[in-house]
Antibody, heavy 119, light 109 residues
Framework: QLQLQESGPGLVKPSETLSLTCTVS??????????WGWIRQPPGKGLEWIGS???????YYNPSLKSRVTISVDTSKNQFSLKLSSVTAADTAVYYC???????????WGQGTLVTVSS | EIVMTQSPATLSVSPGERATLSCRAS??????LAWYQQKPGQAPRLLIY???TRATGIPARFSGSGSGTEFTLTISSLQSEDFAVYYC???????????FGPGTKVDIK
């Protein structure tokens, strides 16, 4: 059974870089023909797609975040990672990683991790 | 960029009643539409993909329909565990760009 787990600091200072890693177990990142995703959800608000990555390293980003986002993959560790630079309080959110299924929809998702941007 | 809208923002329904949720895309997404259910403190759960195919383990009371720009999620007889927020998501197979709708909250009438 495929499982995903986000990890990283829960508190980041304004103007710094948010870094998160998603560890995949029960399956291989390299086995999927589709893109693995990062999605976030500010407290009390809806879902926002951040970007997606293929096991080869090909990436696509939300145009509204593209200038600040980098997603990378490490197939040897079965992980993919998110970096978001120059964060502000508006970047405070629960960050989810998610697996593609037999297309670019997401199933399953990680449990999510809350990242707070505050000094 | 494809913009997704959902209506209504909140739907108040009595247990046992039918709920009909709408999702609209700013341009055609063919049948590349998924629905998710999210309960407080939980990650979203996939309900429907391909606009009308139920995901594994999803009860038959959940059904999806539509194509192009207009989509509907129907819950035929609401159970207590169905009160939640529902999101639609469009996905392209290529390029793999994704957009979520703002969500519809289904609460108890």
């Amino acid at each position: 059974q495929l499982q995903l787990q986000e990890s990283g600091p829960g508190l980041v200072k304004p103007s710094e870089t948010l870094s998160l890693t998603c560890t995949v177990s029960g399956g291989s990142i390299s086995s999927s023909s589709y893109y693995w995703g990062w999605i976030r959800q500010p407290p009390g608000k809806g879902l926002e797609w951040i970007g997606s990555i293929y096991y080869s390293g090909s990436t696509y980003y939300n145009p509204s975040l593209k200038s600040r986002v980098t997603i990378s993959v490490d197939t040897s560790k079965n992980q993919f990672s998110l970096k978001l630079s120059s964060v502000t309080a508006a970047d405070t959110a629960v960050y989810y990683c998610a697996s593609p299924s037999r297309g670019n929809w997401f199933d399953p998702w990680g449990q999510g991790t809350l990242v707070t941007v505050s000094s | 960029e494809i913009v997704m809208t959902q209506s209504p923002a909140t739907l108040s329904v009595s247990p046992g009643e039918r709920a009909t949720l709408s999702c609209r895309a700013s341009q055609s997404v063919s049948s590349n539409l998924a629905w998710y259910q999210q309960k407080p403190g939980q990650a979203p759960r996939l309900l429907i993909y391909g606009a009308s195919t139920r995901a594994t383990g999803i009860p038959a009371r959940f059904s999806g329909s539509g194509s192009g720009t207009e989509f509907t999620l129907t819950i035929s007889s609401l159970q207590s565990e169905d009160f939640a927020v529902y999101y639609c998501q469009q996905y392209n197979n290529w390029p793999p760009l994704v957009t979520f709708g703002p969500g519809t909250k289904v609460d108890i009438k």
